[in-house]
């Protein structure tokens, strides 16, 4: 079975611009998670999709948003990028069990250098 | 609001020691899951482990082995007879259970490097 695939795996970009970073879940996964990890932050959650809605979100700017298609397939958008933005990006999936907390599997994720 | 605290930064071992890897947490909620991730330099974080806060058995797979006590909000892990394969970022995370599901949301450690010399 296929894990969690990120594309691209690295991404350069300057301020200003936006980005599309692409998450295809396991195969049978509803639930697709983003995380944004840096040196000094750590890891932060970001938001959730399950069944193309958003039912979770972290405590991001509005720049960030993301979206599910209908296969499972999540891609996330940042736009007017920021030096801060430089991150390893990580897209997690999970059955999404009803009456307990999910495990996630996560991607290798994508790292954006803004520079 | 929860947190999770590894004050471990950095641990460096030879290999065959035996290391630990603290993990202290903090929540109001009294349902909740903590969990052990590994990240090696590829960046995928794999799963380790899962523990629901109503279960204090300790757990041990192989060389790893978790010790849950939440009298002291703890919830540690040791890795016995090291390898240098077992060189790698260690986080330990908590998810709150109110609605009986956390939307993906995880609270992660600052995370402990490992590094397991030959």
């Known amino acids: 079975k296929a894990g969690v695939t990120q594309t691209p795996r690295y991404l350069i970009k300057t301020r200003g611009q936006q980005v599309t970073l692409s998450c295809s879940p396991i195969?049978?996964?509803?639930?697709v998670s983003w995380y944004q990890q840096t040196p000094g932050q750590g890891l932060q959650f970001l938001f959730e999709?399950?069944?193309?809605?958003?039912?979770n979100k972290g405590n991001f700017p509005g720049r960030f948003s993301g979206r599910q298609f209908s296969n499972s397939r999540s891609e996330m958008n940042v736009s007017t990028l920021e030096l801060g933005d430089s991150a390893l990006y990580l897209c997690?999936?999970?059955?999404?069990?009803?009456?307990?907390?999910?495990?996630?599997?996560f991607g290798s994720g994508t790292q954006l250098s803004v520079l | 609001a929860q947190k999770v605290t590894q004050a471990q930064t950095e641990i460096s071992v030879v290999e065959k020691e035996d290391v630990t890897l603290d993990c202290v947490y903090e929540?109001?909620?009294?349902?909740?899951?903590l969990f052990w991730y590994k990240q090696p330099p590829s960046g995928e974080l794999v799963f380790l482990i899962r523990?629901?806060?109503?279960?204090?058995q300790n757990e041990i797979s192989g060389r790893y082995s978790w010790n849950f006590q939440k009298s002291t909000s703890s919830f540690n892990f040791t890795i016995t007879a090291s390898q240098v394969v077992d060189s790698a970022v260690y986080f330990c995370?908590?998810?709150?259970?109110?609605?009986?599901?956390?939307?993906?949301?995880?609270?992660f450690g600052q995370g402990t490097i490992l590094t397991v010399h030959p």
């Open positions: 997690a999936s999970s059955l999404a069990e009803t009456g307990g907390i999910e495990k996630l599997f």
């Open positions: 195969s049978g996964h509803r639930s």
């Open positions: 999709y399950f069944s193309e809605t958003q039912r």
């Open positions: 929540t109001r909620d009294t349902t909740y899951y």
């Open positions: 523990r629901n806060s109503f279960d204090e």
């Open positions: 995370a908590l998810s709150e259970g109110s609605g009986g599901t956390s939307y993906g949301k995880l609270t």
